[in-house]
């Protein structure tokens, strides 16, 4: 399914959102005792982004949600650190590359 | 390539659909992509981030809806419990179930809960429209299957759902019948094909002890003789080329039950000594067998021919008339009984309606008077089948004349001087001159030009001049000089 040039600009931005949600639960985490609704709060993130890449036509992020998922179970932080770091580099990378178009 | 919609080449918006959609998902990018797909196909949207608040909508009918997609792992409330509470008041909305989590288990979980179906994350979109269209076919099938079980259960007659007439001749039928009902005597049916006979059996059947048993029907006349005979009585395993195993024969597949032998009257001889055979000693031989095996299914029996007047040309044992002849129970032909006519047209127009989802309403007064003035040759089938016509062919909210079908040969006023069934002009039971033959014969083609003098002539193939003069003997009915 081909999407409109504006609806994929509005997937990514929210994704932009969510890197910076995913950063900050990151650095709150070792600080927190209930760092498990932290973990809960990341692993809905991954769940929902699994469940929405591919759609949007990017598989990859379908990939990461799923690894971000199961991160999160396993409360692996440097793991979630890991991959937030390639989740922020691929969304800018599409973004770059619809605003190039 | 990007488009400004979606994609229209892959998934072309014809047969724009009008239906209510509930889409329930705490992911707001899916919301709104799943929105705007199926706004641009016509359906109506609303959306929902909490189950919550779509169950109360749809529990309190502010929202009237005709399927819902749904996530299954929301924060609040769960797909699998949206659709269980669902369904303590709603068993029939379809329900799709949308998840990341694609196990078998789950998906069985949400089918027993009462899911229509389950569509895996990431979404295919086009599937879950199929998946959706689907649902709202499913839908419309069993709106429709509950609006035609009311519609049949509207109807009562003794106590029967589905049962139509108000006639004197209808009732003194019917009313035989559940006298009979009760007991065990031979019951055979009398009437014109397509007058109701198989309704009359019906109502023995629901009436009796016997209501239930199976109800197995039969035309004999639409059965080739050999292949009657194995359908009646069975067969056993290798009893003929290509008897590959046992068959049960309808005698005792009808056991318990009632066995209807509709058109009796064109049963093979050899058959009716079969026939008469296994209605005197209650037990049958399946073909290919020598055991006999006993039945219990009440037969009964129906026919439009005249069975003394076959009987008499040899064409039906005269022990199986009397055998059968015990209490004969006679169906009206529906020209003689006018008061069922609306009354039947008003239930098909009712019926085709709904199979045909056309809105009509009823008729106008003239559809109602030419449909009381038609001959109906064919009987209730034929009032049946012109009310499907003019339901499919109809443009207006009511059936008019014109849509019903040109049966003007047949109206009442011609069939008054016929037979019916022979499509003779009238019954030869009385000797009559040939002059009154002739004069009948003016009269007929008369009428049925509507009494078109120019045509009538040239139909009969004399001048106008001799018409006149025919017209004008005082012999000729006064009615077609008015």
Known sequence: MILAKDTKLKYLNRRIDEIEQLKNYCLLIPENINNLELFASIEMIGHKLKGNGSTFGYPELTQLGLAIEGAAKKLDLEKLRELNLKFEERVRNYLRLLNDI | ?482
């Open chain 2, 1 to 482: 390539m990007y488009l400004s919609n979606f994609d229209e080449v892959k998934f072309p918006m014809k047969n724009k659909n009008h239906s209510s959609l509930v889409i329930i998902d705490d992911d707001v990018d899916l919301l709104d992509l799943l929105s705007a797909f199926f706004r641009q196909r016509g359906y109506k949207v609303s959306t929902f981030e909490d189950a919550r608040l779509a169950l109360d909508e749809i529990e309190s009918k502010k929202l009237i809806v005709d399927a819902v997609i749904s996530d299954l792992k929301l924060p609040v409330m769960s797909g699998l419990d949206f659709i269980k509470r669902i369904r303590t008041f709603n068993s029939v909305l379809p329900i799709i179930l949308m998840t990341a989590e694609g196990s078998l288990e789950i998906a069985v979980e949400a089918i027993e809960a009462g899911a229509y179906d389950f569509v895996l994350k990431p979404l295919h979109v086009p599937q879950l429209l199929i998946s959706v269209q689907r649902a709202l076919h499913l839908n419309s099938i069993q709106a429709e299957n509950a609006n035609l079980k009311n519609l049949f259960n509207e109807q009562d007659f003794l106590g029967l759902k589905g049962i139509i007439g108000k006639s004197a001749g209808f009732k003194k039928a019917m009313e035989l019948a559940r006298r009979v009902s009760s007991s065990q005597a031979s019951i055979i049916i009398f009437g014109e094909s397509g007058s109701g006979k198989e309704v009359v059996a019906k109502a023995v059947h629901e009436l009796g002890e016997r209501k239930s048993g199976p109800f197995v029907a039969i035309n004999c006349s639409a059965i080739p003789e050999n292949l009657l005979e194995s359908e009646l009585f069975g067969y056993a395993k290798g009893a003929f080329t290509g008897a590959v195993g046992n068959k049960l024969g309808l005698f005792e597949e009808a056991n318990k039950g009632t066995l209807f032998l509709d058109e009796i009257g064109d049963l093979a001889l050899p058959l009716q000594a079969k026939l008469l055979r296994v209605l005197q000693e209650r037990k049958i031989k399946r073909i290919g067998e020598n055991q006999y095996r006993e039945i219990t299914a009440r037969v009964i029996c129906a026919t439009h021919k005249d069975l003394k007047k076959e009987v008499e040309k040899g064409n039906f044992r005269e022990d199986l008339y009397f055998r059968l002849n015990v209490i004969p129970i006679y169906m009206p032909p529906l020209r003689e009984r006018k008061e069922d006519i609306i009354p039947l047209s008003e239930y098909f127009l009712k019926k085709f309606s709904l199979l045909n989802n056309a809105n009509i309403k009823g008729f106008t007064k003239n559809a109602i008077k030419r449909l009381e003035s038609l001959a109906w040759k064919g009987n209730v089938r034929e009032l049946e089948n012109a009310i499907e016509r003019a339901v499919v062919l109809s443009n207006s909210e009511f059936v008019d004349v014109d849509d019903l079908p040109d049966l003007e040969v047949e109206s009442l006023e011609t069939k008054n001087l016929g037979e019916p069934k022979s499509n003779a002009l009238f019954s030869i039971n009385t000797i009559m001159s040939l002059e009154d033959m002739n004069k009948k014969y003016i009269e007929f083609i008369f009428k049925k030009n509507g009494f078109a003098k120019e045509q009538t002539a040239k139909e009969l193939g004399i001048d106008r001049k001799t018409l006149y003069r025919k017209l004008k003997e005082p012999e000729t009915s006064e009615v077609l000089l008015q």
